[in-house]
């Protein structure tokens, strides 16, 4: 069956997110547009996702635990887990690594921990869009070695990607790319290329999204559909 993805998504945990793309909302919103398997990546942090997981529950979204992780090369890589305390616990390992360079709210933004009903939960101190202290290989493969899917984000935007950054995409075992625009003018080595909306306002959600092919809506069922014959652009 053809299932509808959106693995980037932002809350109002990050800085740049804005203050009402609380997880409930994006998941409802995501429900609407049909999003079937839907993931948030808040910069450098996971502590939106226990509330992520209710409302993707109520809305009967699978959903990925995940993050969006800024290298030492301020290159960003997509962290996404089947499991909400693996996820946990490696949010909290990366948290820790980043800078102890507090938030101007004025200046960057609130970092907004909610619960299911939107109401703020806690404020988040720590800078969370400095860069971690982990090199763009060991995030991969620390990711990886926790079972994690991980994907180098929006791969051909001129800031903040692997090629721009890097020059070029390491030969490292990646899940799969994220690029922005279809067909990426880009070596991608036979990896599927997804699109996902790395939203960061409620109108964002959905912007971009992608078709896999799978058998089932599971997280197994998802990892091994990560090849490029089975993903598609249109709506079907
Ligand atoms: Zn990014
Ligand atoms: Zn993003």
Known sequence: MQVKIDLHNHSCLSPCGSDDLTPALLAVEAMEQGIQILALTDHNCGRNLPTFAQACELCSILPL?????????????????KDLEN??????????????????????GNQLVVNLEGEVIEQVDKLLISSSNLSFSDVVEEALSRDA????AHIDRFANSVLANLGFLPDLPYSALEAIHIPVDADTKGLAVLTGSDAHSLDQVGRRSCYLEMPTITYESLKTSLKPEFVSYRHV
Request: net charge negative.
């Open 87 to 108: 996820a946990m616990e490696f949010a909290a390992f990366v948290e820790f690594l980043l800078p102890k360079r507090k938030n101007n709210p004025k200046l960057f």
């Open 65 to 81: 635990f995940g993050m969006e992780i800024t290298t030492v090369e301020e290159v960003h890589v997509l962290t996404l887990f």
């Open 149 to 152: 899917l991980v994907i180098p």
